[in-house]
Nanobody, 126 residues
Framework: VQLQASGGGLVQAGDSLRLSCVASGRVFSPYVMAWFRQAPGTEREFVAGISWTSDGSTKYADSVKGRFTISRDNARRTVYLQMNSLKPEDTALYYC???????????????????WGQGTQVTVSS
């Protein structure tokens, strides 16, 4: 399984960015997709995840609720992270991830994810 993330960049506080992650190597739809981020000197943290079920249930970190939206397009094998009202504390390397096995619930621990993209840098200036 390969994950290719893109869409990062340097923006000012209050701006928006949309990250994309394209998956290949296996069937896309029956797997949870998630975004994590890691700033220098910190642990990788869960940002958002989306289930593959018909209700497309989602889960967000408290720090991004109301500002970030995760979505997926199964036909394009792509998961998105729309980030609005960006803050300097959102600065990090953002990774997309997917678990090895299919499950309906969205995991929030990085240990539950087997496959990772290469990361895309998001830098928010104040």
């Amino acid at each position: 399984v390969q994950l290719q993330a893109s869409g990062g960049g340097l923006v000012q506080a209050g701006d928006s960015l949309r990250l994309s992650c394209v998956a290949s190597g296996r069937v896309f739809s029956p797997y949870v997709m998630a975004w994590f981020r890691q700033a220098p000197g910190t642990e990788r943290e869960f940002v958002a995840g989306i289930s593959w079920t018909s209700d497309g249930s989602t889960k967000y970190a408290d720090s991004v609720k109301g500002r970030f939206t995760i979505s997926r397009d199964n036909a394009r094998r792509t998961v998105y992270l729309q980030m609005n009202s960006l803050k300097p504390e959102d600065t990090a390397l953002y990774y997309c991830a997917t678990p090895q096995y299919s499950a309906t619930g969205v995991y929030t621990s990085f240990e539950d994810y087997r496959y990772w993209g290469q990361g895309t840098q998001v830098t928010v200036s104040s």
